[in-house]
C-alpha cells in the first residue's frame, strides 16, 4: 500500500486550523498573541466648541482653525461591520491574503474602507507608542499594568493572517475581534484625533463639513513641487532630466470632492490650491504624461498637478476616482451641457428677484448680510467703506464697513476683491477701502485683496475688474450693475438736490430755466461736449489712426471744458443764444403785463425757442402763425379756454426734510467734477447749494440656490488664483472651497421675507462671463456672456432693447473685437430682407460720466464710430447693403 504524501499534509493544516480556531474562541485573558492597548487617560469626554459645529457637523470655521480634528465631538463613531474576502496577487497573498471591507458610522454619515491586516497592525503599533509618549512610561510598566487591570481596554491579535493560520472557516471570529478593536480605540477622543486613526479611517477635516460634499476618496499622496501656475512656479523642466533631478515630491493629504480636488499640508493642515472641475479638466497617467513611476498628471485651465502613489493598485484606484469626478460634474467639463460655452450649467426653476436703482438694492444687501452665517464674497469695481445701505438714518448702523465690522466680529468671515485702479486714470483710492476694512478686523475675518497690479512692461493696463456681486453663505448672490460706492444710491425720486431743512421743492418751468441760462450767457459742458464730439467725428477717418494716442491722452489729466479745447461751432452757437434771448425776453414781458398766455402762444414760444436754433425749418410756420393771429385779433373768445400753464411734473418729493440723503461725497456729480480726497468721507467736494447732483439709474438682481453657488464659483476661481499670485505663502489669505450641490437643504432659502419686499419669480437661469489669463488666470479666454448676446440677438423676433453704459462696437477692427456689430447687422439685414416689423432701442447716457472733455471725446469717439460715422459704423453698413 502505497503511502498518501497529501493526506499527511490535509491532516496538518487541520490540526493547526484548530489549534487556531481554539485559541480564537477562548476569552481574552487566556488569548495568545493578542496584546491589549492601554488608554492615554480615563477622560472620555470632549471639549466640544458650538462655534465649530451646526447640526452635528463642523462648519467651514473648522477648517481655518486648522485643528486637523476629524470626526465631530460627542458624535459617536461605529465600526457596523467587517467582511473579509481572500484576494491572489503574489506575495501580497502570502502575508495578507484577505482584504478587509470596513463599514463605518459617524452620525449620518456612512462610508467602507478598505484595509489588510498590516494597515490593522501599522495603527495599533502607532496608538501604543503615542501611548508610551503621553504616560511617559515604558512598554514592560504598562505590560504589566495592563495584567494588573480589568480587561475593557482595545486587544489587538499581533499574529498576521498567515502566521495565525486563518483560513476561509474561522474568519468571521477574526472580524468579529477586528470590530470590538476598532470600536474600543473610537471610544477615547485622543485616539479618535490621532494622525494614524485619521489616515486608517480616511478622514480628514474636510470630511464631515456643513455645505461641503462628502468625500470620493481622501488619503495620502506624494505631490511634486514646483507645479506650474499659468507659468509660475516652474523649476527646469527638461524632457532629458529625471524627475528626481527636477523637483521632488511632498506627503499631502488629498481629498476628491463633488466638483473638486484640493489638498492639505500634513503639519498645519493649512488648505492649499483646490483644482475645481472645469472645460479643461483632465486626467492623464503614465511615465511620458506624467514624468513619474505611478503618478498621475490632473489638469484644469488654472493650474497642472502632477501626484505619485506607493503602487500601481493606488495609482488605478485614485485615477478611477477622478474619472468618477469628471463623470459626476460634466456639467463643467461638457460645453455643449453648459450652453454658450459658459463654465456653469443651465440652472431651472431657479429664485430671482430684480432691483432697479439703488435705494432697493442697497437695503435688501444690508439686510440679508445680517442674516449671514459663514462666508461674505463681495467684488466691486469701486467700494466705499463709507457708503450708506439704508436711508435716512440718524446713525452709521447701516454704513457698509459698519455691517461687516458687526458680521466679522460675530464669525463671519468676509472676503473682498476689488479692481486696482491706476490713479493717474480714476480717482477710486482702492488702497483707502483696504485700509479702512482692515481697521475694522478685530479678529481677522475680514480680508482685501486688490487686483490686478500695473507694471509699465507686462502689467495690465487697458482692463478692469467691473463686476459687482455680494454672495452670502454661497446661496445668495447678489448681481448686476450698481456698486456699492459712492454715486450709485438712488430711488425713483432722483433727487438733484439735497440741502435737508433747506430743501427748495419747487421746479421752475423749461421756459424759466431757459431765461435764466440766456441771461448767464452759460455754454453747460454737455453743449460743449455735443458740439466737440460732432466736430471730433466728423475727422474721424483722420484720427483713427490715432486711436492710442487719443486713449492715453483722455486719462493723463483733468482738462475742463473750454479751458484746452477751443471749439469750432461756438460763433454759432452765441448767435443762437441771442436769439433765445429775444425770445425769452418777449415771454417775461407778457407775464409782467398781466397777459395770461394761450395754448397757441404757448406753442409758437415753444417753436420759437426751437426756430432760434433752426431758423430754416419753422419759417413758413411761423407765417401761417401770424397770418391766423392777425385774423383772429379781435376775437375776445380766444381767453374763454385758457388753462393755466401746470409744470410736466410734481414737485421733488422729500420723504423726510430732516435729514440729508447724500452725505459728503456721496452728493456727487461726475460732469461737474470728479470725486477727491475719498478719505475726508464727510466733507462735500462739490457745492450741493449752487451744483445739482447728478442721478444714477442701474438694475440688479439676487439669486438663490444653485445658480448662486454658480456665483460663488466663479468668484472662488479669481479669490484662490489672485491669492497663488500676490499672497501664496501668506498664511493669513486661505484658499477658498465650493459648497456641494448636492446639499439641497442647506440650498433652500427660507428666509428670503428678511430682505426682499415681495416674493422672488421662478426663472431658469444661468451665469455668463467674459474672463481671461490676466483676470482669473485661465489658459483660454472665456466670452460666454458675449456667445449668449449673439444667440439672443439672433433669436430675436420683434424687437431687441439694449440699455447700457458704453456701445462700442466696430466691425473689423483692431482694437474693438466683439461681434455684437457683425450680428445686430445680420439681424437687421434680415429683417429687411423678411419684410419683418423689427425695431432695435438703444439706451445710453448723454454723456460719459466724466469731468475730463478729453475722455468724454474718447469715449465719444468710439460710440460714433460704432453707430454712425465711419465706413465700418452700423448705419453706413446698412446703408451700403
Known amino acids: 500500500m502505497a503511502h498518501d504524501e497529501s493526506g499527511g499534509v490535509r491532516a496538518l493544516v487541520r490540526y493547526t486550523a484548530g489549534m487556531a480556531e481554539l485559541a480564537i474562541h477562548a476569552g481574552h485573558p487566556d488569548r495568545k498573541h493578542n496584546e491589549y492597548l492601554p488608554y492615554p487617560d480615563e477622560n472620555f469626554n470632549e471639549t466640544v466648541d458650538q462655534r465649530l459645529q451646526r447640526a452635528n457637523k463642523f462648519t467651514i470655521e473648522h477648517i481655518h482653525n486648522r485643528g486637523g480634528q476629524a470626526f465631530v465631538p460627542n458624535l459617536t463613531v461605529i465600526v457596523k461591520s467587517i467582511t473579509a474576502d481572500r484576494t491572489y496577487a503574489g506575495f501580497t497573498e502570502f502575508l495578507n491574503p484577505y482584504l478587509y471591507c470596513i463599514t463605518v458610522e459617524h452620525g449620518r454619515f456612512e462610508w467602507c474602507i478598505y484595509k489588510r491586516y498590516r494597515h490593522f497592525h501599522d495603527l495599533h503599533k502607532a496608538l501604543l507608542q503615542s501611548v508610551l509618549i503621553e504616560t511617559k512610561r515604558s512598554r514592560s510598566d504598562l505590560e504589566n499594568r495592563m495584567q494588573e487591570e480589568n480587561n475593557e481596554n482595545p486587544c489587538f491579535p499581533t499574529r498576521n493572517d498567515r502566521m495565525a493560520f486563518i483560513n476561509d472557516g474561522i474568519i468571521r471570529e477574526r472580524c468579529e475581534i477586528l470590530i470590538e478593536y476598532l470600536n474600543k480605540v473610537l471610544k477615547h477622543p485622543k485616539f479618535r484625533s490621532h494622525s494614524a486613526t485619521r489616515e486608517f479611517f480616511g478622514v480628514s477635516c474636510l470630511s464631515f463639513v456643513y455645505g461641503i460634499s462628502v468625500s470620493r476618496k481622501e488619503g495620502y499622496l506624494l505631490k511634486r513641487s514646483h507645479d506650474d501656475y499659468l507659468g509660475r512656479h516652474t523649476f527646469c523642466l527638461f524632457r532629458f532630466c529625471p524627475d528626481s533631478c527636477k523637483c521632488h515630491h511632498d506627503r499631502k493629504w488629498f481629498a476628491i470632492k463633488d466638483t473638486y480636488l484640493t489638498y492639505l499640508r500634513t503639519d498645519t493642515h493649512e488648505l492649499r490650491f483646490p483644482m475645481l472641475v472645469d472645460r479643461g479638466f483632465q486626467i492623464s497617467t503614465g511615465l511620458r504624461n506624467a514624468a513619474t513611476y505611478r503618478g498621475v498628471r490632473i489638469e484644469n485651465l488654472q493650474r497642472t498637478l502632477v501626484i505619485k502613489c506607493r503602487t500601481t493598485r493606488d495609482c488605478d484606484e485614485w485615477k478611477q476616482h477622478l474619472l468618477d469626478l469628471i463623470e459626476k460634474a460634466k456639467s463643467f467639463v461638457n460645453g455643449t451641457a453648459s450652453r454658450f460655452n459658459s463654465y456653469a450649467p443651465k440652472r431651472e426653476k431657479q429664485l430671482a428677484y430684480w432691483f432697479i436703482n439703488g435705494k432697493s438694492y442697497m437695503e435688501a444687501i444690508a439686510k440679508a448680510l445680517l442674516t449671514a452665517k459663514e462666508e461674505v464674497f463681495i467684488t466691486d469695481w469701486w467700494l466705499s467703506p463709507e457708503i450708506m445701505l439704508i436711508r435716512p438714518s440718524d446713525d452709521e448702523t447701516f ?3 459698519n455691517i461687516l465690522a458687526r458680521i466679522a466680529d460675530a464669525g ?24 479702512v476694512l482692515n481697521s475694522k478686523n478685530n479678529r481677522g475675518f475680514i480680508k482685501v485683496i486688490r487686483h490686478p497690479d500695473h507694471y509699465p512692461n507686462g502689467g495690465v493696463l487697458f482692463w478692469s475688474h467691473h463686476e459687482k456681486m455680494v454672495v452670502i453663505d454661497q446661496k445668495i448672490a447678489f448681481v448686476g450693475g450698481i456698486d456699492l460706492c459712492y454715486g450709485r444710491w438712488d430711488d425713483d425720486f432722483m433727487r438733484l438736490v439735497d440741502l435737508g431743512e433747506d430743501n427748495d421743492r419747487t421746479l421752475k418751468l423749461p421756459y424759466e430755466l431757459t431765461a435764466h441760462k440766456a441771461a448767464l450767457n452759460d455754454i453747460t459742458l454737455i453743449e460743449t461736449a455735443q458740439q466737440a464730439s460732432t466736430r471730433m467725428v466728423e475727422q474721424a477717418g483722420v484720427i483713427s489712426s490715432k486711436r492710442n494716442d487719443l486713449l492715453r491722452a483722455a486719462f493723463s489729466g483733468s482738462n475742463k471744458a473750454g479751458k484746452d479745447i477751443k471749439l469750432a461751432g461756438q460763433t454759432q452757437s452765441s448767435e443762437k443764444e441771442h436769439k433765445m434771448k429775444n425770445v425769452t425776453k418777449k415771454w417775461m414781458d407778457s407775464k409782467k403785463k398781466g397777459e395770461r398766455p394761450t395754448s397757441s402762444n404757448r406753442r409758437a414760444v415753444k417753436d420759437d425757442a426751437e426756430a432760434a436754433i433752426r431758423p430754416e425749418k419753422y419759417a413758413r410756420k411761423w407765417m401761417k402763425l401770424a397770418q391766423k393771429a392777425r385774423k383772429h385779433a379781435d376775437d375776445s373768445d380766444d381767453y374763454e379756454d385758457i388753462e393755466d400753464l401746470q409744470p410736466a411734473c410734481d414737485p421733488t418729493p422729500t420723504i423726510d426734510r430732516k435729514h440729508r440723503f447724500f452725505i459728503g461725497k456721496d452728493y456727487s456729480n461726475a460732469y461737474e467734477k470728479d470725486f477727491e480726497a475719498l478719505d475726508k468721507y464727510s466733507e462735500d467736494y462739490i457745492a450741493r447749494d449752487s451744483v445739482p447732483r447728478m442721478p444714477w439709474h442701474d438694475e440688479a438682481l439676487v439669486v438663490f440656490g444653485s445658480v448662486a453657488r454658480d456665483v460663488a464659483r ?41 430682505f426682499l419686499e415681495s416674493k422672488p419669480f421662478h426663472v431658469d437661469a444661468q451665469c455668463v462671463r467674459s474672463v481671461g489669463p490676466w483676470s482669473i488666470g485661465t489658459k483660454s479666454v472665456e466670452h460666454s456672456i458675449q456667445n ?52 432695435i432701442y438703444v439706451v445710453l447716457p448723454l454723456l460719459p460720466g466724466f469731468d475730463n472733455i478729453n475722455a468724454v471725446q474718447a469715449v465719444l469717439f468710439f460710440i460714433m464710430r460704432s453707430i454712425t460715422k465711419g465706413d465700418s459704423s452700423l448705419l453706413k453698413r446698412l446703408e451700403r447693403a
Do not use: G
Open 714 to 754: 466663479h468668484f472662488i476661481q479669481r479669490w484662490n488664483i489672485h491669492k497663488c499670485e500676490k499672497s501664496l505663502e501668506n498664511d493669513n489669505y486661505p484658499f477658498l472651497l465650493p459648497k456641494s450641490y448636492d446639499d439641497t437643504e442647506d440650498l433652500n432659502v427660507r428666509n428670503w421675507k428678511d
Open 788 to 839: 449668449a448676446y449673439i444667440q439672443m440677438i439672433d433669436a430675436a423676433k420683434h424687437f431687441i432693447y439694449i440699455e447700457n453704459q458704453f456701445f462700442i462696437t466696430i466691425s473689423q477692427d483692431s482694437q474693438v473685437r466683439n461681434q455684437l456689430a457683425d450680428t445686430l447687422f445680420r439681424r437687421i439685414e434680415r429683417a429687411h430682407q423678411l419684410h419683418e416689423k423689427f425695431r
Open 412 to 435: 463671519v468671515r468676509v472676503y473682498v476683491m476689488i479692481y486696482k485702479e491706476m490713479s493717474f486714470a480714476v480717482s477710486l483710492n482702492s488702497a483707502y477701502t483696504k485700509r
Open 399 to 401: 454704513r457698509l464697513d
